[in-house]
Structures are given as C-alpha cells and as structure tokens.
C-alpha cells in the first residue's frame, strides 16, 4: 500500500532583526538566520524601516516596503541574500 505524501513549502511567522543578523521564524519551529550584510537595503535601514515588515505570498516570503526589499524563505533556505558575490 503507498502512502500519500504532502509537502508543503516552509512558510515565515515572524522576523527580528539586529544590527548584524536577519532571523526569520518558520511554521515548522525552525529558524532561519542569515548575515545582515546580505541585504544592504535592510542594512542601512532606519530600525523603525526594519520593524516594518509583512508577510507576502502567506509566508513565502517578507517585504519592507519603506526600503522596497523583499527576501523568499526559500532564497534563505538556499543561502541566497541580496550582495553580489565575488567571481
């Protein structure tokens, strides 16, 4: 007998931020940090920009619209922040 099997993305709860990390709180209990320094519009934001975010797509992902900057959960999952990498 097989059994169906759902999956389902990883959808973002809340989001903190500091002045060096961006951590993203999943459905699933897990959280997602990644450096500050991936996403120079966060970076270089005022904390109030910073605080105000919302939740696009139910979770799939978070925008800050006074510094027009939107993050995926899955781009975090895969490591993927804004900054250009070194070729």
């Known amino acids: 007998m097989s059994t169906l099997q759902i999956e389902t993305e990883p959808l973002a709860t809340d989001v903190r931020m500091d002045d060096i990390r961006l951590t993203v709180t999943l459905d699933d209990g897990r959280e997602l940090s990644a ?15 910073r605080d105000n975010w919302r939740l696009i797509g139910l979770g799939e992902g978070i925008h800050w619209p006074d510094v027009d900057e939107d993050i995926s959960v899955l781009g975090l999952l895969a490591g993927r922040g804004a900054r250009r990498r070194a070729a």
């Open 35 to 49: 450096p500050l320094e991936w996403f120079p519009r966060l970076r270089n934001a005022t904390p109030a920009a």
